[in-house]
């Protein structure tokens, strides 16, 4: 007899408005398991176009900050130093991962070219720490007494020599590997003090613009031409995971510092991009509470239509623990389904993401992640916790 009771359940559960009601909670179910994995999914895929190694550009990760320049500013060269606060500051922000000075010359400097160049300009130097310079050269090494300076050039600086002024000037166009060969005529001097030296360009730099000479060689030519007086920084370099951090960038502006603007405009994207997820995100979990009420409306709606079924059953000796039992594996089967659909909806739309990517020279992984698995098994977890209680309860109140 109790077998034919619980044959009547299972009709008055997938028959009339309980399977209407149970459409509907599933269909809301899988929208918000869904949305809400496709937000975890995405968090993880921009994680590694941002951060992992097939997707990073080497020189993005170097930073020279200044501070802005204004009219107050003027005429007060010290207003555009780093106090020793300041650079505290820089140092233990979480973005930076590594800090370097950036030194320049207490000196005047002239360069000159050999031969039918009639090359001849001011110029300045400066010297980095060796980690933060991206040309490896055995060359790149001064020891005092050595006549010879070893230079790097930013490439800018060639291509403008080349595009601009020896196109307006007719002279002849050079290329890396003649400037490298080609020793140039490095005057120093300070007042009455001048010192003659050969510069060999050992290198062109795409990370720092500036005119590079070995830090030891700088530190020799400070003291003797300059004050001897070690001048605070003007500039600075840091070493970054993501320059285009909105954290890292809304920290140059509210402090009146300024970097590279084409190595953080990814900043304003990046924002957008995280925004659009926190909001798929937010919807998603909208939908499941909703989803959850639904649940809960259908299992009261089930449980009130077997009312008298029930008290029968409880009246022949069923336990009401058995009652739950049967009334969870009647609902079991739809999470575990629900959460499955989802998972192959959204493994198709990932490899399909991570193919187009792909032809752009952009890299994600073509299978889902294990965050996104584990929130799968969570949020079925969930609904199972919280239909589970809403039997409990409404079996506990007929009984």
């Known amino acids: 007899m109790m077998q034919s009771f619980f044959g009547l359940l299972r009709k008055i559960i997938q028959t009339g408005i309980g399977k209407t009601r149970l459409l509907m909670a599933t269909l809301g179910l899988a929208i918000a398991m869904l949305l809400l994995l496709l937000a975890i999914q995405a968090h993880t895929d921009f994680d590694q176009l941002l951060h992992s190694q097939q997707n990073q550009n080497e020189s993005a990760d170097f930073l020279v900050i200044n501070k802005k320049i204004t009219n107050a500013m003027m005429g007060q060269p010290t207003k555009s130093e780093f106090s020793p606060e300041e650079i505290a500051d820089i140092k233990k922000q979480s973005f930076t991962d590594a800090f370097g000075y950036i030194t320049s010359n207490q000196f005047k400097v002239t360069a000159a070219a050999p031969g039918e160049l009639h090359f001849y300009t001011d110029m300045f ?13 055995e060359d790149w090494k001064w020891n005092t007494g050595d006549n010879t300076i070893p230079i790097i050039l930013p490439n ?9 002024f020896a196109l307006s000037q007719d002279l002849p166009q050079i290329s890396q590997e003649t400037v490298k060969a080609l020793p140039m005529k490095i005057t120093i001097s300070k007042g009455l003090i001048t010192q003659e030296f050969t510069g060999r360009i050992v290198g062109f730099s795409d990370r720092i613009s500036s005119f590079l000479v070995p830090g030891n060689f700088m530190e020799w030519a400070n003291q003797k031409f300059g004050n001897g007086e070690i001048a605070a920084p003007s500039r600075v370099i840091i070493k970054t995971k993501d320059p285009s951090n909105p954290i890292l960038v809304q920290y140059l502006d509210d402090k009146g510092y300024t970097t590279n603007q084409d190595k953080i405009k990814y900043s304003k994207t990046k924002m957008i991009v995280q925004t659009i997820v926190s909001v798929i995100g937010f919807f998603g979990v909208i939908l499941l509470l909703f989803a959850l009420l639904v649940f809960s409306m259908f299992i009261q709606l089930v449980i009130a239509s077997c009312k008298r079924e029930i008290q029968l059953l409880v009246t022949l000796g069923t336990a009401p623990r058995q009652l739950r039992r049967y009334l969870m594996r009647q609902f079991i089967p739809l999470y575990i389904v629900t959460g499955i659909a989802a998972l192959l909806v959204l493994a198709g739309l990932q490899w399909w993401a991570s193919g187009i990517l792909a032809t752009h020279n952009m890299f994600v992984a073509p299978m889902l992640s294990v965050f996104t698995f584990g929130a799968a098994i969570l949020v079925v977890l969930l609904v199972y916790i919280v ?3 809403n039997v409990r309860k409404y079996v506990g109140e007929i009984s």
């Not at 800018?156 to 601009?164: E, S, T, V, W």
Request: glycine share 4%; net charge negative; aromatic share 20%.
């Open 387 to 389: 239909n589970l209680l």
């Open 125 to 137: 130097f400066e010297s980095v720490p060796d980690a933060f310079i991206d040309v490896k050269n």
């Open 156 to 164: 800018d600086f060639l291509n403008l020599y080349n595009f601009g």
